[in-house]
Nanobody, 121 residues
Framework: QVQLVESGGGLVQPGGSLRLSCAAS????????LGWYRQAPGKGRELVAS??????NYADSVKGRFTISGNNAKNTVYLQMNNLKPEDTAVYYC????????????????WGQGTLVTVSS
């Protein structure tokens, strides 16, 4: 089965940087899109950044500070986070719209387990 495994979360001071990684594994036929979402305490899950066919999109709150990129050979997506702010504190989730080899015609939405990013001095 297709899975997403995240890494890179942790504690960082305001103004610091952090890079999150998300690797897709399993019997993958095709990855349609990959993205990062986040959820702060008491808030809903929001889209942070996504990459589809090489094109990227960002939430207004992170534009100019975050960069999403992918490595097709490794089926991995990254989120480089610079100039982090306390309001960036949240659980970050990797999301993928992925086609498995078992049923290539069906796009599955898969979530990673989440990784906590805490921005505090």
């Amino acid at each position: 089965q297709v899975q997403l495994v995240e890494s890179g979360g942790g504690l960082v001071q305001p103004g610091g940087s952090l890079r999150l990684s998300c690797a897709a594994s399993g019997s993958i036929f095709r990855i349609d899109s990959l993205g990062w979402y986040r959820q702060a305490p008491g808030k809903g899950r929001e889209l942070v950044a996504s990459i589809i066919s090489g094109s990227t999109n960002y939430a207004d709150s992170v534009k100019g500070r975050f960069t999403i990129s992918g490595n097709n050979a490794k089926n991995t997506v990254y989120l480089q986070m610079n100039n982090l702010k306390p309001e960036d504190t949240a659980v970050y989730y990797c999301n993928g719209k992925i086609r498995g080899t078992l049923v290539p015609s069906r796009t599955l939405e898969i979530w990673g387990q989440g990784t906590l990013v805490t921005v505090s001095s």
